[in-house]
């Protein structure tokens, strides 16, 4: 399926996607 927070965040430290975070294996994910 589609994941809005497809974007990792390996060298920085917030993801763009609103209602999304940066989960411990460095890809954004839903909040």
């Known amino acids: ?7 990792t965040c390996w060298n920085k430290p917030t993801c763009h996607a609103p209602g999304c975070t ?3 294996a ?3 994910v839903r909040n």
């Open 1 to 7: 399926g589609f994941n809005p927070c497809g974007e």
């Open 22 to 24: 940066c989960s411990i």
């Open 26 to 28: 460095n890809i954004c």
